[in-house]
């Protein structure tokens, strides 16, 4: 009986060969864009990596390295899947009297970071020095001219430069390279990979590296070679881009196929009737569409192959670099994975259609959205008329919603997110400068030594404050909650408060007055006991003999709402127990401390932070936000957006889906002839059926319009950021009416032109 339904099911390919060259096609478009989607988004990969390495270097981290040699000796132990770590060192020696940047490098860090030498050689001894292309343009300097540079590395100030270099990236490398690396300042590790930290200590040399940073704020072309991390991102793209293509594929058959079935309702009638069973009928069907998917399914996997070489031939044009990234046995699976999931949805409208072949008529074959009789036809209102035939069928309408929605919902929030990363930076000290402050603005820097403290000092800031602290052994007694054990043993954090710096605090109770009371930072106090809890007014503290009774909490100065939710601003940033300066100096010997830097302005604040870098990359890893930036912070620093899709590909899949709609509307209104016949039956006007579909074209697209404009709210709700691109929304708005009108207008033509009333006299 098989062998007969496969033969019933060739022949029906046979007999309605344009219905199924059509479905064939369509298969075909979906397993050969899948296909050439992945096998091109490795090879593109490839090839991006492989010109940002050549342009911009193999760097992906950089960070100030204490023990270069120390580090050297377990760098293999980065080396993965043989593939060779690449890293070098570039010895900072500070800054010319001119504000050049100088450093030593050898010519393996220059290969790492891409830094090529343009013309000359590289300098060989101590008085000889190479520049970036762009000092050398500036100053018009020439090849193996002396000059007279104060670099303050040697007594001699004469040097020749002997070659010229081009610096991948403007601001992480020298100005001048030396000849020799005697007098640097500090060593910067640049690592073509992340590499393994606990905190700022690199897990394998133990290493301190300081400021570390990744590929985000450093190098935004750099290649993190992470075999696989890299593999996931790419499964997780190409996870995304199948489901997407399979539910788009899901809607359109079972919509389209559910049509053509429904045309073949007097032939699955006739078979029902001479004996054939559900089951068969049901398999016949799948029959049909299974040869028709398997024949499309290997041709678009065959022609993937063709389309992505001659795609990446294209990219080659520009690049210069070719690489064709296929794997034969990826391109299967994923061809299996497609032609499973298409099989599983046409088990849908081949069942359905089965089911209803014994009555030979399907719902979408009544005249039922004409609810009156004929001589009462004349008076219904096109608008009525056309929104009585949208419900009738509603598979087709809503997926013409929602395509024409999905594709102008994306050009309106690429737009928008466009234009919000390009504001990205006013959009953050906007958000700063929102907050306005009363007291005093600063942020916090962490001095280990005094070195440090020093260096501090030497960019001479306008107003700062030193704020010692230290955490030290106690005991607690808390009257609140007798059930604790008094004998309980942790540490509290101790803060020096000197009495000029307590007259400007808000206290709640009174400040102490000697050096048994103290008072405790409200909201932000630590203990590492968690027995210590509910610490309140009159508590006691039992500190190497000595008893402290808590008689005030420290209140914040100002307190501002920030979407909504309120911000405490304390005007000093260490939280602990705040005691005199007399009973601080007998308890703690060695203190750690903090210098608090005041500003004026985001500006002002912004230019310092910039002093503390050029002074010690140590430091400004060390540095705290507090103040201003509290409320700031705490909301989180807005970033750029990703756009949701390439334009191009939108407008692409924007054409072929509503050419899409236009076929499925077409087949709906040649199914319903006989229903145009009857409307001319009783006097209806060709021109009043053009008006009808006129008034159902009008109603999806103001269906569209609506919920395209809800989605670009809830757009901008998400970024918090409101721009309107009125060009964009007219010309776009402008481009969907013309698709509804030509989806539910052009297709009435083919049905009037074919005389539907006489159709009807014949057939019936």
């Known amino acids: 009986m098989n062998k007969i339904l496969w033969q019933l099911a060739y022949r029906n ?29 490795k090879s593109d990969f490839r090839v991006n990596r492989e010109y940002n390495e050549e342009t911009y270097g193999y760097w992906y981290v950089r960070g100030e390295i204490d023990d270069p040699l120390k580090f ?47 013309s000359g050689q590289y300098a060989q001894n101590t008085n000889e020095i190479i520049v970036s292309q762009k000092l050398y343009e500036e100053k018009q300097y020439k090849l193996n001219q002396k000059v007279h540079l104060n670099l303050g590395i040697n007594e001699n100030n004469d040097y020749t430069i002997v070659g010229v270099i081009r610096n991948s990236q403007a601001y992480y490398f020298p100005d001048i390279y030396t000849g020799s690396r005697d007098n640097y300042q500090k060593v910067m590790l640049y690592s073509d990979r992340s590499l393994s930290m606990n905190g700022d200590v690199e897990n394998y040399s133990g290493c301190q590296i300081l400021g570390l940073r990744n590929e985000e704020n450093l190098n935004p072309y750099g290649y993190n070679h992470n075999p696989e991390l890299n593999a996931y991102q790419v499964a997780q793209i190409d996870l995304i881009i199948l489901i997407e293509s399979l539910i788009m594929m899901a809607i359109l058959l079972i919509t389209f196929i559910s049509i053509s079935l429904k045309k073949r309702s007097h032939e699955f009638a006739l078979l029902r009737g001479i004996g054939m069973t559900t089951r068969q009928l049901k398999l016949m069907c799948l029959y049909e569409y299974v040869i028709c998917a398997l024949i499309a399914v290997v041709l678009g996997m065959l022609s993937s192959v063709g389309l992505s070489y001659g795609i990446m031939k294209v990219v080659e044009q520009q690049t210069h670099i070719f690489h064709w990234a296929i794997d034969i046995t990826s391109l299967i699976v994923n061809s299996l994975i497609v032609l499973i999931c298409l099989l599983m949805t046409l088990l849908y409208p081949v069942s359905r259609s089965s089911h209803y072949a014994l009555s030979g008529t399907f719902d979408g074959q009544q005249f039922q959205y004409i609810q009156v009789r004929y001589r009462k036809l004349l008076y219904q209102n096109k608008w009525r008329l056309a929104w009585r035939e949208l419900k009738t069928n ?16 994306i050009f309106l929030m690429n737009q928008v997110i466009e234009v919000y990363n390009q504001n990205i930076d006013e959009i953050n000290s906007g958000k700063k400068l929102d907050i306005v402050f009363k007291e005093g603005k600063y942020f916090t820097v962490d001095i280990t030594n005094d070195d440090e403290k020093k260096s501090i000092d030497l960019l001479q800031f306008p107003k700062t404050k030193i704020i010692s602290y230290q955490e030290v052994p106690c005991q607690y007694d808390n009257p609140t909650y007798p059930e604790l054990d008094s004998k309980t043993q942790g540490t509290v954090q101790l803060v020096r408060l000197d009495r000029k710096d307590s007259q400007d605090l808000s206290v709640d109770g009174k400040m102490f007055t000697n050096h048994n009371q103290a008072i405790m930072h409200n909201g932000q106090f630590r203990m590492s006991n968690e027995s210590f809890y ?47 300066a007399d009973f601080f100096d007998s308890v703690v010997k060695e203190p750690q401390q903090c210098v608090q830097i005041y500003y004026e302005t985001i500006e002002q604040r912004e230019k310092y932070i910039q002093k503390i870098y050029d002074q010690s990359e140590k430091l400004y890893s060390s540095i705290r936000d507090y103040g201003e930036l509290i409320g700031f912070l705490s909301t989180g620093t807005v970033y750029p957006e990703k756009v949701y899709l390439d334009p191009y590909i939108v407008m692409v899949t924007l054409i072929l889906s509503s050419f899409i709609g236009f076929v499925f509307n077409r087949y709906e209104i040649l199914n319903k002839r006989h229903d145009y016949a009857l409307y001319q039956l009783i006097g209806m006007t060709k021109k009043d059926l053009f008006m009808k579909q006129l008034c159902k074209g009008s109603i999806i697209f103001i269906i569209v319009e609506i919920i395209t404009i809800f989605i670009y709210i809830i757009e901008c709700l998400y970024l918090k950021y409101w721009v309107f691109p009125i060009q964009l929304f007219i010309g776009i708005s402008g481009l969907i009416l013309l698709i509804c009108l030509g989806v539910y207008v052009l297709p009435l033509l083919k049905v009037l032109s074919n005389q539907p009333l006489e159709n009807m006299n014949k057939v019936e």
Request: glycine share 6%.
């Open 534 to 580: 509910g610490l309140s007014l009159e508590s006691q503290l039992t500190i190497q003999n000595q008893k402290i009774e808590i008689v005030g909490e420290i209140l914040p100065s100002q307190v501002e709402y920030v979407d909504d939710h309120p911000m405490e601003f304390y005007l000093i940033s260490v939280g602990g127990i705040y005691v005199d």
């Open 72 to 118: 050297d000796r377990i760098a293999q132990n980065y080396e993965k899947h043989n593939e060779r770590f690449q890293y070098g060192y570039i010895y900072m020696q500070g800054e010319s009297e001119e504000g050049y940047q100088m450093g030593y490098a050898n010519e393996q860090v220059m290969n790492v970071c891409a830094n090529y030498l343009i």
């Open 394 to 409: 509603k598979k087709i309408h809503i997926f013409l919603v929602i395509i024409l929605t999905f594709h102008a919902s």
């Open 13 to 41: 390919i046979i007999k309605q060969k344009k219905y199924y060259i059509f479905v064939c096609l369509f298969i075909f478009g979906i397993a050969l864009f899948y296909n050439t989607f992945t096998i091109v988004q």
